[in-house]
């Protein structure tokens, strides 16, 4: 991925990065896969896309317990296309020369983690056996047009890459906050994944504040569409599981629950939570989005 433009600025921040992504740390070896249990819940019981609903909370535990597992494997397709795209881009702009050593130096950093990340990701479906069953990110035509057409060093791109980091964090530190509540083995992918991605999360706020900077307002105003498509299509995917996943823990038709999940005011309060640190970051740089 070629570096943005600008090749001294956020200097001190990229050797900061750089230096706490040295040592690696094996996302594989930071989770206790021996504690891994389809006896346990993946998400604490307020991140079920179904909590509140009656019907849902008159369920057996045992079938609840399930639907949070393959949920939170949806979660885990999410980081598996993110991070195909993102590891692609960066894989792309290798073909150039590597004018500033340090940025591209840190991006192949992002690199390695991204891959550890969804090797971990991999690993937790392999021992599992639960399958990938929500495959909608892959048919996601307009967001993966986005996301693979939008020049690598732009405002735009890196703004995307923004939400798809920035939800996904929050998700994970509300799982750290409850681990308690949670598998063991659930809560160390969610601890390993929150501390590379904070790095990562730093990296674009930096390169999106930079790149916005030197940009007009009319070319800012021109953003804000398709950051608002981007934002919806990624939320309608990453919070709201398609009827594949309601089948897949036994709740038929999936299509049925699937609408209870869109409309219910629980789960509109809780996906509200973790879109407000993402509208906030990009509010600060006049990016004004509606949730």
Known sequence: MPPPAGHGGGAALL???ARNSTPYHDPLARVDW?????????????????????????????QRRGLSQHEFVGFIAAGLWLEGIF??????????????LARTGYLL????????????????MRRSGLGLVDERYWRARALNLLARVAPAD?????ACVLIGEEVPDRLNRFLRRHRGEICPAIADIATAHAID??????????????????MPVWRRRALVPLLQLALRQF??????????????????????????ARANPARRAFVAELLGTA?????????ELRP
């Open 279 to 287: 509208l906030r970051s990009l509010r600060l740089f006049g990016l």
């Open 154 to 158: 732009s405002a735009l791109f890196w």
């Open 109 to 124: 950093h992002e690199l390695r983690e991204e891959c550890g990340h969804s090797l971990m990701f991999l690993e937790l």
């Open 197 to 214: 991605e904070a790095r990562h999360i730093a990296h674009a706020r930096e390169v999106v504040e930079r790149r916005l900077g030197a």
């Open 15 to 17: 050797e900061q990065l």
């Open 34 to 62: 021996e504690a891994l249990s389809l006896d346990a819940f993946w998400l604490p019981p307020r991140a079920i896309s179904l909590h509140g609903d009656p019907r849902f909370e008159a369920l057996p535990e045992a």
């Open 87 to 100: 590891m692609e881009r960066i894989a792309r702009g290798l073909r150039r020369p590597p004018h500033d």
């Open 235 to 260: 939320v309608g995917l990453f919070c709201y599981p398609g009827p594949a996943v309601y089948e897949a823990a036994g709740l038929r038709p999936g299509r049925v629950w699937a609408e209870r």
